[in-house]
């Protein structure tokens, strides 16, 4: 976004924020905007100082931690990611946030563990049967991936990544039939 689009937007944030500094679309909108002005290390430290004065904010603590998970600063997003699923045990989000952290720092156990609870939670839920299938995948259980796309097409028998992530295991298995 340039400048000139950029500054009114500003001030329709610092307006609402003037109103109710806890307003999540306004918080997360002022850090959108700093990390687009280049202000990363100023983005997250507001980010982060917004998420500890509203620490049941679900969407604040996922936006933290995605960004430090792209920041490749595992035990950040994990201490985060573990937080949010404390305060929030019976939300799928809170688990499939934790399995992500858990599997970006190679943890595939324990990230199919927080997964399959996503599932019991939230059952026949796309986004968390494709991550289950990427960390079965990445923890060496290709046959195990294969039932979770499976699934995946159970719920949707056209979903690209379940299709997709079953020709690349056939190959990988030498199963040209399959």
């Known amino acids: 976004v340039d400048h000139q689009r950029r500054a009114p937007a500003q001030q ?10 806890k307003h999540t679309e306004g918080i ?14 100023e983005a997250t430290a507001w980010l982060a100082t917004s998420w500890n004065a509203n620490p049941e904010s679900m969407p604040l603590g996922a936006a933290l931690c995605n960004t430090y998970l792209a920041r490749k600063d595992y035990l950040k997003a994990l201490a985060v990611a573990n937080e949010i699923q404390g305060k929030h045990p019976q939300s ?33 839920n796309l986004g968390s049967l494709q991550l289950l299938a990427s960390a079965e995948r990445a923890s060496g259980e290709p046959k195990a991936a294969l039932k979770t796309y499976d699934r995946m097409l159970a719920v949707d028998d056209k979903s690209l990544p379940a299709l997709m992530g079953k020709a690349e295991i056939d190959m990988q298995l030498k199963d040209y039939d399959g």
């Open 28 to 41: 997360l909108a002022r850090y959108f905007i700093m990390d687009q002005r280049g202000q990363r290390d």
């Open 92 to 124: 799928p989000d809170s688990y499939r946030l934790l399995g992500t952290a858990l599997l970006a720092d190679g943890k595939y156990a324990s990230a199919i563990s927080n997964f399959r609870k996503a599932l019991e939670l939230g059952p026949n």
């Open 12 to 21: 329709r944030v610092d307006r609402i924020l003037a109103k109710d500094p």
